[in-house]
């Protein structure tokens, strides 16, 4: 009885809002094989999301939003939404590759050079991973425009359990990308160099960090001198505990 209520309390609210606020579904056509992680920038309304595999998007928009389409391996492509777009099932978008050659290119390992630092994106603009876009679409949030982050899809998947698995989605994405930085920033040579540890165990005593805030606390503050000497004490505690397992096998 109670769930009959709320739908019948939303449902008007959706069907008002969603006039202004439509998902827009397409997919970025392409001679590059390259069409995961595109920048689909909505500037009217300063949020973005990337392009999955296959190059497949979908992102809120409204009529006369102004949409950005832009890579570092691709042309820019530029789109304002018109009421035809409501109507199509998929959007194509066509980009062309970058073909520009220079006469000398030089490889330099330095992460921070981004979509947003090269002004493909708006800086500080809101951009949502695979993993945060889908949790947000399952919760209906400004989905049809209000100023809750609840709606009907929400409660839905509120009580499938549709949310929790994405929400697990989300904090493995996390850490994953947690990972990834912890081995920019301290590559194998590193630690098999500076730390002494085997090869082998590179990968392990990564995944070991994640549960060290010891580490994680001055690796997120960028405090590299910190970092340098809590990873030395770690290691040699992560090679005793793995002296240990030896031992007891």
Known sequence: M???LLVFLFLPCQFVFSQDIFLMKGKVVSDSRNLEGIHVVN??????????RGGYFSVNVSINDTLLFSAIHLKGYMHVVTEEDKTRENFFVPMESNTNLLDEVTVT????????????????MKSYTPA???????????????????SFDGILNA?????AMLKKEVEVEKKERLIDDIKFQYDN???MNKLHLEEDYVDGFVYFLLDEQEFLIPFKEKNKTMCEFVLSKLATKFLELQNENANEK
């Open 132 to 150: 945060e876009r889908r949790l947000k679409q399952a919760v209906g949030e400004n989905r049809y425009g209000l100023s809750s982050s609840v």
């Open 109 to 124: 390992k330095y992460k921070y050079v981004t979509t947003e630092n090269l002004g493909i994106i708006p800086r500080g």
């Open 159 to 163: 009580i499938s359990g549709r949310t």
């Open 189 to 191: 040579e590193y630690m």
């Open 43 to 52: 500037y009217s309304k300063h949020e973005g999301v990337t392009t999955e």
């Open 2 to 4: 109670k769930l009959k």
